[in-house]
């Protein structure tokens, strides 16, 4: 009828022991080693709908780059969306099928410039060994604007872990 319910006698004491052991293990856990930052920014050219191009982490040999998550910010012309947001993931021999499309949604705008913002990001997770490539791709719905003021920034985050666990 009833369920049993256990309920613990631990100390104040006892217990905050026990979530500062759960931390440090978490701390010390190889996969949160030092968090790297990564920066790609391009200008959308004028007269071009888009802008492409490449980040390779930096990893040295035995070490693989664990690509947690991707944040994009876009700056456009008042009346353009973001239409493709697209990261694919290269390995030595060319493209792969590990394609993300970013989602982005509008924050706000300057009218006095005009400039509309818009950001997404994605988790993602994944390993990527030396010499693996970030490609980016990214669409706006039409051509107009100009170089200095209209672009994109993705902000990429994630840590150095051993190659063999």
Known sequence: MGAAVAMSTLSPRQLLAQVRAA???EMDSPIRGT???MRFTRSYP???GGSSGDLIPNVPAGKRFFL???FVQSTLNAGQRPVESQVVLIAGGGPSDDIFWIPQTFQG???DIPIHFYTG???LNVLLNPGERIHFQFLRSDGLGAANTYGVEAEVIGYLVDATP
């Open 23 to 25: 931390l440090i293990r």
């Open 35 to 37: 968090r790297q930052m």
């Open 46 to 48: 004028p007269g071009s």
């Open 68 to 70: 947690q998550s991707i």
């Open 109 to 111: 705008a300057i009218d």
């Open 121 to 123: 990001n994605v988790t």
